[in-house]
């Protein structure tokens, strides 16, 4: 078991040393835990609490924004623990639900409740699709995302195969999550897909255990390399394709789509039409596997993402069977990593 202390923060900003107890009402407590947030050079969100180190699992931006106020070119935040911060003004960024978010000074996330951008707009001076006017300031509010177009062409993904050897994604295995879970899934024998497989490590093992399996990625090296090492399957069949491309005829074939490591590098303007296209592939009763790195990460690859946002792009197309943060990941993925299983919705 992992020695890691955890403690997570559901999306109305409210705090559980147990995700299935009370959240936490101490003010002392709260103001402690709100405080000592801060988000590491890796991306993993942490705090303190009399004197322990712990890893944060945040459902959304942790710091949930009531009030905020100007004064002397700085603007300052209140928590819904009705803690104090001061904005890193130049951390501010809209999402793609045109909510206002950024960092503090002591890098917390945080994000603007409905009633506290309201308010912004009350206060500030002027405002455009760009950014607002505190005192006089300019504050920029670019998209929450940071465009890398170069992620789009199959030679980038080349590049980092011939510079990395051993690709940062790629754990020379398959992932530990989907191990440990598929023997507990009991799956009969089915059809699926696996986009953006890389070496094919997931794949492989859905193969081994007696599944027809497609593996699609547009990069030449990750699918030979796939093939000399997993080439004697003989149900496990590799595709160069572009996944944004597949062909029509696979419509509504697969029993499961398999989503990892694939979602968080792809351009994140892409991500709905990258659900559209697990609703295509899946047939009615379909389901997906998928884990995700919920982390604040507004560049990649890979791109981070809030277990808020994954919501709000699967509700309206999957029911959701299973939803969990792992806490047994790979040292560098610890606290980063969600799992979710979701059956497409008719």
């Known amino acids: 078991m992992s020695d890691e202390k955890f403690l997570s923060i559901n999306e109305a900003g409210e705090i559980f040393f147990d995700p299935e107890g009370n959240p936490v009402r101490n003010p002392a407590y709260i103001h402690e835990i709100q405080q000592n947030l801060t988000l590491n050079e890796n991306f993993l969100l942490t705090t303190e609490f009399q004197d322990e180190k712990y890893i944060v699992e945040s459902f959304d931006h942790p710091l949930q924004i009531i009030a905020l106020q100007f004064k002397d070119g700085k603007i300052f935040l209140q928590s819904n623990g009705n803690n104090l911060f001061e904005a890193n003004n130049e951390k501010w960024s809209v999402d793609a639900w045109d909510r206002f978010n950024g960092l503090t000074t002591s890098r917390a996330p945080f994000v603007l409740t409905d009633k506290a951008q309201e308010k912004l707009f009350d206060m500030c001076d002027s405002f455009d699709d760009e950014g607002f006017v505190a005192e ?52 009969p024998k089915s059809r699926i897909l696996v986009l953006g497989c890389g070496e094919g490590h997931d794949a492989a093992i859905f193969a081994e255990a007696g599944h027809v399996v497609t593996a699609v ?90 277990e808020w946002e994954v919501r709000k792009h699967l509700e309206k197309h999957f029911h959701f069977l299973f939803w969990s943060r792992w806490r047994q990941s790979v040292e560098r993925r610890q606290g980063r990593e969600l799992f979710v299983l979701a059956k497409k919705k008719v």
Not at 154 to 169: H, L, Q, R, S, T
Not at 175 to 180: Q, R, Y
Not at 273 to 283: D, K, T, Y
């Open 136 to 187: 006089g300031n300019y504050v920029a509010t670019p998209p929450y995302y940071i465009d890398t177009p170069k992620i789009e062409k199959a030679n980038y993904w080349e590049d980092v195969y011939v510079k990395e050897g051993i690709p940062g994604w790629d754990l020379a295995a398959p992932s530990p999550i989907i191990v440990d879970m598929l023997p507990r899934l009991k799956l």
């Open 217 to 306: 990625d547009f990069s030449k090296e990750g699918l030979r390399r796939g093939k000399e090492k997993y080439g004697h399957l003989p149900n496990l069949f590799f595709h160069e394709l572009d996944i944004f491309n597949i062909p029509i005829e696979w419509n509504h074939s697969f029993d499961l789509v398999v989503e990892h490591t694939c979602f968080c590098a792809i351009p994140p303007d892409q991500r709905t039409e990258m659900v559209r296209l697990w609703r295509r592939m899946l047939h009615e009763q379909g389901q997906l596997l998928s884990i995700f790195f919920v982390m604040e990460k507004r560049s990649g690859p890979p791109f981070g993402i809030t």
